[in-house]
């Protein structure tokens, strides 16, 4: 296996250059050359603009590019209602399709999945296709993976999206495996080339490289995508959308989990879905003065986040972590004081609806991705902050 050039394309405007993390491309009589340094991670792949790179493989025979038309998103239940990742799926997928000027197909599985058919149908989606029977009210992976099997075999999607949540995570790698195709799992950032080619983008190498990775040889392109990073579908009604049956039969709906009972735990405030949420770092000099952190979230309504380090040290519990190995957060509120902006924290905030973010660096990272930033000591500012929304608060303010 080896990255080539094909050199009739290959301008040598050198943009694979900037990406190769690895100095493995060299500029030779005005074309790319591979040395051996290459680790095959792609990364240079989409990023040229003629096309002139590619990935030799295995061979994986012929297909035809044009069979493969539009995009399917399958959507999730939770105790019995639509789970709200199922809408940012679809507002990605919707984009997606739009700019291949193609169908939007949604897969909904359930038991009275169905009562949501036409409600989907107000988002965008030109076709639903529903599973629904007694037999599906629990997740099971078998029957589940029929009926989505049934309707990628109807469609012949070009692209393939499932949540990152436990049910896509377990969902996914088996229908890839049965469409032997590949699957790229907790993407942050999708975009489609205009030849129908899927980059799919998620942290790699810890965090410190964005990969982009595509699946230019199988179809259909398959991703699992992070709850809370993408924008929720816009109410839409597209002409001539229709609701499709998924037929299963008896033998289809047997699975090897025997679901006994179910017990629904207690339900804790999570910061991905708090409105407004406190974000704190390693920049606090003491574990007391996550204090600050909590008096100022109390005053705003809002749930106080923290980075990797401060959970590693115990002055957080894990579910309170932002980032790739945390939560994704998209509040409409963020104030983030002690961060520096690493990658894998701004990959699960970026989100945010306004960012405010307070450092004594005015090069730090975090800057790049807020919306308001204050160069200071967060010692001095933080409990400025807290004394004046007190005084506010005092005069009977509404916040």
């Known amino acids: 296996m080896e990255i080539r050039v094909l050199k009739d394309r290959c301008t040598g405007c050198g943009l694979c250059l900037t990406v190769c993390p690895f100095a493995a491309m060299e500029l030779s009589n005005g074309s790319i050359e591979i040395n051996e340094a290459c680790r095959l991670c792609r990364l240079c792949l989409p990023a040229c603009p003629e096309d002139a790179l590619y990935f030799a493989g295995a061979e994986q025979g012929q297909w035809n590019r044009e069979a493969f038309q539009g995009v399917m998103v399958v959507g999730e239940m939770l105790q019995g209602a639509l789970h709200p990742v199922t809408l940012e799926l679809m507002g990605k997928g919707r984009e997606l399709a739009d700019q291949l000027g193609q169908e939007l197909h949604v897969v909904l599985v359930g038991c009275n999945s169905g009562q949501y ?13 529903i ?21 990628v075999n109807k469609v012949q999607p070009n692209i393939l999206l499932l949540a990152a949540t436990n049910t896509g995570r377990s969902l996914g790698p088996r229908l890839a495996v049965r469409f032997r195709t590949g699957l790229t799992a907790d993407c942050t950032y999708l975009h489609v080339k205009a030849n129908g080619d899927l980059v799919q983008i998620r942290p790699a190498f810890g965090g410190n490289v964005m990969a982009q990775i595509i699946t230019p040889r199988h179809r259909p392109q398959m991703a699992t995508v ?13 002409p001539g959308a229709r609701i499709e049956r998924i037929p299963l039969a008896d033998a289809q709906l047997r699975s090897g989990i025997t679901v006994h009972s179910v017990k629904t735990r207690q339900q804790q405030p999570s910061i991905s879905e708090a409105e407004v949420v406190v974000a704190v770092g390693r920049g606090l000099k003491a574990q007391k003065d996550m204090q600050l952190a909590y008096d100022l979230a109390e005053l705003l309504n809002g749930q106080v986040g923290v980075t990797r380090p401060l959970v590693e040290m115990g002055w957080a519990d894990h579910t309170q972590q932002i980032g790739l ?10 104030i983030c004081f002690g961060i520096s902006g690493a990658v894998q924290f701004n990959a699960g905030a970026a989100s945010s609806g306004w960012i405010v973010a307070i450092n004594e660096d005015p090069e730090a990272a975090v800057f790049q991705m807020a919306h308001y930033g204050l160069v ?7 409990p400025d902050v807290i004394q004046g929304l007190r005084e506010r608060r005092a005069q009977h303010a509404v916040f």
């Open 376 to 382: 200071g000591d967060l010692y001095e500012i933080v």
């Open 226 to 238: 992070r709850y809370k990073m993408m924008e929720p579908a816009a109410a839409q009604r597209r």
């Open 325 to 334: 190995s945390g939560r994704s957060i998209r509040p409409k509120l963020l």
């Open 131 to 151: 599973a629904d029977a007694p037999e599906l009210e629990y997740f099971r992976v078998e029957p589940y993976a029929n009926a989505v099997e049934y309707a």
């Open 117 to 129: 058919g036409q409600h989907v149908l107000q988002f965008g989606a030109d076709a639903v296709w």
